[in-house]
C-alpha cells in the first residue's frame, strides 16, 4: 500500500511538472506577457537582432519616416483586402509578408468616386520585411479613389517596435501626406514641398528613457532650433 502512495505521489509530481514545463509552450511564439499590449502584442525575441536605436530628437526624422513608411503601407495593404470584398461585416486576417499578421476590421462609404475607409487594423508580431516588427493597434481614417490612388490619411493608437530602432510610439491624428501619385511624403523633402503641408496631428514617442511629443512634418529639430512644428 505504501509503495502505491509513493507510485502515485510520484506521477502527481511528474504531472505537475510536465504542465508546468508545457504551458509556456502552448503558443508557438512563446510570447512575455510582460510585453504584451492591451490589443496585439510584439513578442520580445522579434526584431532583437536589430540595433533597436533609442528613439531621441537626434534621430527622430529617421525613426519616424521609417516607422511612418510601413505604418502607411499597411493602410494600403488593408484597403485592398477589403476592396474586393462584397462587404466588411466581417474581420480580415492579413498576413505579414515576412511574419505575423493583422486582424483588421471598419467600414468604407463611397462618396463620388472615392472610397473613404475607416478601419482598425489589430498587430501580432507583424513584419513585412523581416527588419522592423510591430504590435499593438492602429485606426486608420483614409481615402482612395477609382484609380486606387491613396489621398491623405490619418492614424491613431499606439504601437510597439523592434529591430532598426525600439520602442512606443502613440499616434494622436497625425495626418499622413500623400503626393499625386498616392505615395507618402517624405518628411526629408524639400522645404519647398514641406512647408506647404498642413501640420495636424502629433506622434508621442516613449523609448528608452525618452518620452516626447512632435509632428515629423518637415524633419524635426531638437528643442530650441525648431520652429512651429506641433500645430494641431
Excluded at 483586402?81 to 505575423?100: I, Q
Aim: hydrophobic share 35%; net charge negative; proline share 6%.
Amino acid at each position: 500500500m505504501m509503495g502505491w502512495i509513493k507510485s502515485l505521489s510520484l506521477m502527481l509530481v511528474l504531472c505537475l511538472i510536465s504542465f508546468a514545463c508545457s504551458k509556456g509552450n502552448q503558443d508557438p511564439l512563446g510570447i512575455d506577457q510582460e510585453n504584451e499590449l492591451p490589443e496585439g502584442r510584439l513578442t520580445t525575441a522579434l526584431g532583437s537582432y536589430g540595433p533597436n536605436v533609442v528613439v531621441s530628437w537626434s534621430n527622430a526624422d529617421s525613426a519616424s519616416q521609417t516607422i511612418n513608411e510601413m505604418v502607411f503601407t499597411v493602410f494600403q495593404k488593408a484597403a485592398d483586402a477589403f476592396s474586393g470584398r462584397p462587404s466588411m461585416s466581417e474581420p480580415v486576417r492579413m498576413n505579414g509578408d515576412y511574419n505575423g499578421y493583422a486582424v483588421v476590421d471598419g467600414t468604407s462609404e463611397l462618396v463620388g468616386k472615392t472610397v473613404n475607409f475607416e478601419l482598425k487594423a489589430i498587430f501580432y508580431d507583424y513584419s513585412d520585411d523581416g527588419s522592423i516588427f510591430i504590435g499593438g493597434s492602429l485606426r486608420y481614417q483614409g481615402p482612395i479613389d477609382v484609380h486606387r490612388v491613396t489621398h491623405d490619411t490619418r492614424v491613431n493608437d499606439e504601437i510597439k517596435f523592434a529591430g532598426p530602432y525600439g520602442g512606443f510610439v502613440r499616434y494622436n491624428n497625425l495626418l499622413l501626406h500623400t503626393d499625386e501619385q498616392g505615395n507618402l511624403v517624405s518628411i526629408f523633402s524639400p522645404a519647398s514641398v514641406t512647408n506647404d503641408l498642413p501640420r495636424s496631428g502629433t506622434v508621442t514617442y516613449n523609448s528608452g528613457e525618452n518620452n516626447f511629443t512632435l509632428n515629423p512634418y518637415p524633419a524635426p529639430r531638437p528643442p530650441g532650433r525648431q520652429a512651429f512644428r506641433n500645430s494641431g
